[in-house]
C-alpha cells in the first residue's frame, strides 16, 4: 500500500502495451499530474504533442487478464488558473441542414475560449471571448477525467481520439473525484493511463471540449482476480452504472445495458427476470460524449433499489 | 378560461386530423381520463383496441400552423388499482448476440408483470410475479404520459406507437405534472391528443412499458401566435427542453440540440457564440425512448445558467 | 382481367385508406398516369400540391390483410420532355464538416436542373445548367417509379416522403419496368398507390431527387390468398430481392435480410443452415435512397444460386 | 523495379508501425503469401494466432505522410484446395426480434462450413455439412482481399478485426485481382499490410467470413508524392471508387461520398455543380462489410460518364 509520487516525462497518444513509467503493487496509491488535451502542463506551456497525452502507463502487479481493475478517483484537481474550451457546436451533433448556420470561427486563432479557473472559489467563469452576451458567465468548477483506460489485448495501441472497452477517451461527466472506476485487465499489468482533465464539461461534449486543463491526480489501484467485466464500470455514493462505448449512441446503450444486466445477476443475487424488472421501472441513462469517434452511453441504477447483498 | 369535463366515448390509435372530440378556446382546461397502453380504463377493462389508444383529439380555437400550442400538464393521476409492464428488456436494448440470454417468457400469458399503485401512499409495488428475488419490491409513484401531441400536416395520420416533430409516443419521464409542453401547431385548431398514463418508468422504456394505467388527466392550453418552433419543447421548474425524435439516438440528439440553440438565441437574447458556449458546458441530455419506432432524446438547459430576460 | 384506362382526377401526399379511386380485381391491368415529385403533369403544368402526390388508391377486390398484392410493372414511361434534378448533394449525404463547402445555391429559383428525356433515342441529357463542365451531359433513360405501395393498418395515413413496410418513397432505381412487385396486405382491398416518376435516378437518391417526371404506367395486379409478407418484395429476370425500409441503413440491411431468410425457407426449399450458407455467400445489396425520413436497402439474391423449385 | 520473392515468417494481427520485414521502391513487385483469417496457411496447418494476420508490413522507400500509396493487386490466388466460412447470419444482420430463430449451431466444432477451392475449374463448391438442402452447391470463384491497408499514423496499432482511414478489414469483395487500390500514407514507409483472402464472399460478409483461405499474392507499389487523400480509393475497369469505414452505415456513405466528390473535382476537372449533378445521376453504391466494428460501403462512378482528361 505505498504512495507513489510520479512525476511524468513522457506521454503517449495512444493507449497501448507501451513500457510502463511505474509499476505498483494492488493497494497502492500514486500522486501524479496530468497535461490537458494539447499538451499543456502546470504552467500553460506545451510540453509535449496536442491529442489527449496520458500519463503512464502504470503496470499493476499481479493484474492479469480476466481480472478487473479499480482505480478509485482519489483526486482530480486542476493546477492552473486557465482552461480552454471550444466555441461552437460540433457540426455532427445538429441537423446537417443546420451545419452552415454554425458560428463557424473566422480566423484560425480565435477557434477557442478561455476560461479562469478558481479552485477555491470552485468556479469556472468565462473571461475570453469577453463580448458575448453571457459576459463574464460563471459555473461551479467539477473537475473530470476525460480520458482513462488500460492497454487493449493483442497489442493494439488505440487513439486516445476514441474509446472502446478498454476505456479510453469518453469524456463522461461523471467521471469525478470519489468515483470507484472498474476496467477489463486485457493485458499482464493492466498498464493504466489517465489523462485529459476537465475543470468543468456539458453532457456530450458537444463542443468537442469540456474547460481543458492540466491536472493534480490521485489515484488508488486494487486488483480483483479472476473477476471478467466486458465494458468498464463505475460507482459513486448513489450509483452502480456501466459503459458502452461505440457508435451509433444506440449500440452504446447496447453494450451499457448488457453489462448492466450481466452484472446485476452476478453481483446483486437477482434473477434475469428480477433483473429486467428492476431495470425496466429504474434505470438511468447519461450521456457521455457524441464527439468522439466512439460515442459514450452510460447506464446507471440507483443504489437505494439494489438488493442488500 | 372555461373547465371543459369532458368524458371520451371513442378514441383514437394514431395522431391525425380526426373530428375533434370537443372545441376549446385559448386559456380553457379540460378534465378527462385517458385509457391504458392496451385501452384498459379505469376500471381495469378493456374498453377501445390496443395501442396507445388516445383521448381526444381537442381543437383549440384560433390555433393555425405557423403558431405554438402550449399545454400545461396540470394533473396526471392513475385512477384505478392495478398497472402492467413488460418482464423483459427489448431484443434492440441489448447487445445482438446477447438477445438469446434473455429471459423470454415461456407462455404468452406470463408475459406481463402487474403493480400495485396507491397514490396515497405515492408508491408501486411489484405483485406478479411474486417469485423473484425482487419479491415486493416498491418505487415512488412518478406519473408521467407516453403519448400526446398535435396532428401532423398534409393529412397525415401517424402510429401512436411512434413519434416525430408534432410529439407523439415519446415516452419521456419528464412529461410530468406541473411541466409545460410547447408543441409546433401543424393543422387548424392544433387537435390535440393525450393517453398512454405510466405511474412510473424508467429512462428509455426499454421494457417496453412504464408501469401503464389509466389516468385522470387535466390541462390548460394556450396559443402563441405567430411563434414557430419546429420540434417540442418543455419546461418545468429548474429546466427548459427540446425533444427530438427519430433513428439512431444520434439523430435525436441532432434535432433536439438544434431547436435549443434557435430558442436561446430568439428567446433567451443569447448570440450565436454566447448561445454555443453556454450549451458546450452546461448542457444536460435525457433519454426518452430508445424502444419505439422513433427512438428520443431530450436537451435541457438549466434554468439557473440562462440569462434573465 | 379487364383492362382498365384511368384517367386520376386528383391525388394523396400520404398513403392510406383513402376513397379508392377505382375498384379492380385480381388480375386486372390499370393503365393510367402520374404526376412527377411537385406536382407536375405530362404538359408540366403544376395541377396538385408537391410532395410526391399518388395516383390511387386502387381497391383491389378479395385482398384481405394476410395476404399478399403483387403488382406487375409493365409501363413506366415518362410522358413528357423535360425532368428535373437538385443540384447538390444533400447535407447529411457528406461528413458533417464538409457541409459547409457544398454548393449551397445562391438564388432560390436556380436550385434545380433541368433535363431532356428522350423516349424514342432512350436518353436523358442535362441542359441547364448549361455551364457546368459537364455541358450536355446524355444519360441511358432508365424509368423507375419512386414511390408505391398500400395503404397501412389500424388508419394511418403515411406521409409520401417517407417508407415503411407498406412501401412509400423507397427510391430504389431497382423498381423498372418488367419487375413484380409484392405487397404485405395491410387493409381490406389493399388500396394500392402509385406516383414519383424518375426518367433515371443514381443509387441513394443522394441530390434528393431522380430526373422527376410524369409518366405513363401501367401495372396488372394478383392477389395471393394467405400468403403472409412482412415487408416489400420484388423479382426480376436475374434476382429475387426484399426490401427495408428504416433508419439508419444498418436496420435496412435486419429487415430486408430477415425477409429473404423467410423467403428463402418458406418459398424455396431450404433449410435454415441452408438459406444462411447461400446468403453468406452470394447475398447481394443495393441502396435504395439514402435521403428520405426512412432509408432503404435492398437484398437480392441471384436466380442462378436459388435451388429449383 | 525490382521483383521481390518474400517468404514470410511472422505475422501481425493489427496493422501498425512494426518492424518492417522488406524494404521495397517505388515500382517495386511483391510476390509473397497470405495465411487465412485463423492462421492457417498453405498446407492448411494452423502457423500463427488466429484474428486477419497480416503478412508485411513493407517499408515502401520515399513514401511519406501526405502521399498516397498505390496497390495493383495482381495476384489473389488461393493456394490449398479448402476453405471455411462461417454457417450463420450474424446476429447484428437480422431484427434483433428474429435472433432467437437463427440456426444457432449446438455444438462448438461444428460452427465451421467447409468448401473445397478448385483454381482450375475456377470454382468453390461446399463440402460440409453435407446434408442441407442445398448439397454440394457451387460457385464461381471470385478471390478477394479482406483485410489490407497501411500504417496509422501517430502510433496507433489497430486491430485487424476493424477498417478506418488505413484501410484495413473492409471485406469488400470488389478488392479482385486488377484492381488499383490507393491509399492515404500516414507514416514514413508506408507500412503496407496484407492478408485474410477469401475464394468467394457475398456483399457484407454477413455470415461473419467469405470462404476463409490462404492466398498466394503478388502486388505492385507506387507512390504519388504530395498527393493527399483521406479515404482508401480504387479503381478498376470500369469504375473508380471511394471506400468509407465506420458505423452506422450512414457514416460510411459520408465519408466515402465526401472523398469521391473531392476526387472529381481535384482529377478529373469538374466544378462543384458539375460533380454533384454527375453523382446524383450515376453514382453507384456497394455494401463492404456489415459485420466488423466498423462496416464499409463504397461509392462508385462508371468511367463512362467521366470526363475525359
Request: net charge negative; proline share 6%.
Amino acid at each position: 500500500m505505498a504512495l507513489h509520487q510520479f512525476a511524468p516525462t513522457h506521454y503517449f497518444t495512444t493507449i497501448g502495451s507501451h513500457t510502463p513509467v511505474l509499476r505498483i503493487a494492488d493497494g497502492d496509491t500514486v500522486v501524479t499530474t496530468t497535461v490537458d488535451a494539447r499538451g499543456g502542463d502546470a504552467s500553460n506551456e506545451q510540453i509535449t504533442e496536442r491529442g489527449n497525452p496520458m500519463t503512464g502507463p502504470f503496470y499493476v502487479e499481479g493484474a492479469e487478464p480476466g481480472d478487473t481493475l479499480v482505480v478509485k478517483l482519489e483526486k482530480l484537481r486542476p493546477n492552473r488558473l486557465h482552461g480552454w474550451t471550444g466555441k461552437m457546436v460540433a457540426p455532427n451533433i445538429v441537423d446537417p441542414s443546420y451545419v452552415r448556420s454554425l458560428p463557424w470561427p473566422t480566423e484560425e486563432g480565435k477557434s477557442l475560449a478561455i476560461w479562469e479557473v478558481d479552485n477555491d472559489a470552485g468556479t469556472v467563469t468565462l473571461i475570453e471571448p469577453a463580448d458575448t452576451k453571457l459576459g463574464r458567465f460563471t459555473l461551479p468548477l467539477a473537475p473530470m477525467v476525460g480520458c482513462f483506460g488500460v492497454a487493449p489485448a493483442r497489442g493494439e495501441a488505440i487513439s486516445t481520439a476514441t474509446s472502446a472497452q478498454h476505456g479510453g477517451n469518453m469524456d463522461y461527466r461523471g467521471f469525478v473525484e470519489g468515483v470507484t472506476v472498474y476496467f477489463p485487465v486485457l493485458v499482464e499489468g493492466a498498464l493504466f493511463h489517465i489523462g485529459d482533465g476537465h475543470a468543468v464539461q456539458g453532457d456530450g461534449e458537444i463542443v468537442g471540449t469540456g474547460v481543458e486543463i492540466s491536472f493534480d491526480v490521485q489515484f488508488t489501484v486494487h486488483v480483483q482476480k479472476g473477476k471478467q467485466i466486458y465494458w468498464p464500470r463505475g460507482e459513486n455514493a448513489d450509483y452502480i452504472f456501466t459503459v458502452g462505448n461505440a457508435r451509433p449512441l444506440d449500440q452504446c446503450v447496447q453494450h451499457a445495458t448488457t453489462e448492466m444486466i450481466r452484472w446485476l445477476q452476478s453481483d446483486y443475487g437477482l434473477d434475469a427476470v428480477g433483473a429486467h424488472l428492476l431495470l425496466g421501472q429504474t434505470v438511468e441513462y447519461d450521456l457521455g460524449n457524441v464527439f468522439d469517434p466512439a460515442f459514450t452511453m452510460v447506464c446507471k441504477v440507483p443504489k437505494r433499489v439494489l438488493p442488500k447483498i
